[in-house]
Structures are given as C-alpha cells and as structure tokens.
C-alpha cells in the first residue's frame, strides 16, 4: 500500500472539495483529516515559531480566528494537543 500525504492548511470545505475533484482518484482511498489542537496549544505552538524567526506575529490571531471553521469541516478531527508526532502519525495509520 502506498500513503500520499497532501498537507495544507484549509480551512473551508470548498477549497478542499475543489482541490480532490481535481486529483485523479479512481484507484484511491481519500481521507481528509484535520490535525486540530487547542487554543491554548495552537497559540503556544505559534508564539515559538514567531520567537524563532519562522512566522510572524500576525498569524497567532488569524489561526486562532480560524478555529471554529474547522470544527465545520466534513474532516476527520485528529486532536494533537499534548501527543507525541508519532502518536498523531500512528493515529493517521489505524483510520
């Protein structure tokens, strides 16, 4: 078996139908997964990426925002608040 992994951030269920009835997916099983996490993990995960240089301030607000829109989403809700990435990665693996 082989596992493609297209990662972005989406935030509306139109811009994801959009992109999978673009992709050839005949001979593939398609899970759309969003990796939530909660607010206060989200805003610490982006305050040490802006104190490293990697983003700026401004997104901490705007992803915070956000967070309602993908409790809608017609996803799968991986919540990653307080695991490991392999315990996230084997959760992805098990669906």
């Not at 901490?60 to 925002?65: F, L, N």
């Not at 829109?69 to 315990?87: N, P, W």
Request: proline letters at 1%.
């Amino acid at each position: 078996m082989i596992l493609l992994f297209f990662c972005w951030v989406l935030h509306q269920q139109e811009i994801i139908d959009t992109i999978i009835e673009r992709l050839d997916v005949q001979n593939c099983k398609v899970r759309a997964i969003s990796l939530m996490a909660e607010e206060s993990q989200l805003r610490k995960r982006l305050n040490a990426d802006v104190h490293s240089g990697r983003r700026t301030a401004d997104v901490i607000d705007r992803s915070v925002a956000r967070l309602p829109l993908y409790r809608e989403l017609m996803t799968i809700k991986i919540d990653t608040s307080g695991k490991s990435v392999q315990q996230i990665v084997d959760r992805i693996k098990a669906l």
